[in-house]
């Protein structure tokens, strides 16, 4: 290749020439940076930071100090070592095997050398963990305790009175006050009820009480019993009026006003049954109100 050729590659004008120029002078410069400038980065510490790398030298001082420190051991009842505790204090598993084959039989042993004639441990190990066993104080001290002889006498309890069961109707103030559970309030409750009523017929009366729990009713069942006075006036439903029906505490008005239509248009009741039939008639009670009415 000629050297006229190559010049022809080479051929540049001025502009060209001057950015190669600056090209060269750039890198020339970028390198000359690079050796001379230190690249080592410089750590500025403010005072907080110099404060929190003392406090966690302290924290490592700490760490370090707990490291090195010795456990500390705990006095323990040697009756009841499992067989992690057996491990760790050195002893064998059949070592270990002897305590516990020797513990189902409900034993105990109750000084370190009898813990060394069970368990079969040699004397070195026994010197070991021998400070740490603790017995209880009486096991100690069985020496210095007198079985006291205790007095096994068959007592005498005195004989439970006889439970008077009385009428609930012939109940006073006083009588209902007795019972557990009932103050001043529920017993002139009760009381103000059976003036309502005219008087109770059942016992199962007591659960229409508000303010009576399930377990007071049944401690005035055991005492008390329901005797139907031969004067209770009864209500006569084929023949009471509207007022008379409505003024029943069993019977609201609307209720009394469909006994008085019913009977109106088909005859007179003849039962409990008959009156059943009316709508709104509350069934459930149905044996207690015809305690109270006549047909």
Same mark, same amino acid.
């Given at each position: 290749m000629s050297f006229q050729l190559l010049k022809k590659y080479f051929h540049f004008t001025k502009q060209q020439y001057i950015g190669v120029l600056m090209l060269f002078i750039v890198m020339i410069a970028l390198q000359l940076f690079y050796f001379l400038s230190d690249f080592n980065i410089t750590e500025t510490k403010n005072a907080e930071e110099e404060q929190w790398l003392a406090l966690q030298s302290e924290i490592d001082q700490e760490k370090l100090a707990d490291k090195n420190a010795k456990p500390t051991n705990y006095l323990f009842n040697p009756n009841f070592i499992s067989d992690y505790k057996g491990y760790? %204090? #050195?002893?064998?598993?059949?070592?270990?095997?002897?305590?516990?084959?020797?513990?189902?039989? +409900?034993?105990?042993? +109750?000084?370190a050398e009898e813990f060394q004639k069970v368990t079969g441990i040699s004397d070195s190990l %026994?010197?070991?963990?021998?400070? %740490?066993?603790k017995f209880p104080d009486w096991k100690q001290s069985k020496n210095n305790y007198s079985i006291e002889k205790k007095d096994f006498s068959i007592k005498s309890f005195p004989k439970k009175e006889k439970l008077v069961i009385l009428d609930i109707n012939q109940a006073t103030k006083e009588d209902l006050m007795k019972i557990y559970g009932i103050g001043e309030g529920l017993s002139s409750r009760i009381l103000n009820q059976k003036e309502i009523l005219g008087s109770f017929v059942s016992m199962e009366q007591m659960k229409e009480i508000w303010g009576l729990s399930p377990e007071v009713i049944n401690e005035l069942n055991s005492h008390f019993k329901v005797v139907i006075p031969a004067t209770l006036k009864k209500i006569n439903v084929n023949e009471a009026s509207l007022k008379e029906l409505s003024q029943f505490s069993y019977f609201k008005y609307g209720l009394a006003k469909q006994i008085v239509t019913y009977?109106?248009? +088909? #005859? +007179?009741?003849?039962?409990?049954?008959? %009156?059943a039939k009316i709508k709104d008639f509350p069934v459930e009670k149905a044996k207690i109100i015809s305690l109270y009415l006549e047909f």
């Open positions: 760790k %204090l #050195g002893m064998s598993i059949e070592e270990i095997d002897r305590l516990m084959a020797f513990r189902k039989e +409900n034993k105990y042993v +109750n000084s %026994l010197k070991i963990i021998s400070p %740490l066993f009977r109106s248009m +088909n #005859g +007179n009741f003849n039962n409990i049954e008959d %009156l």
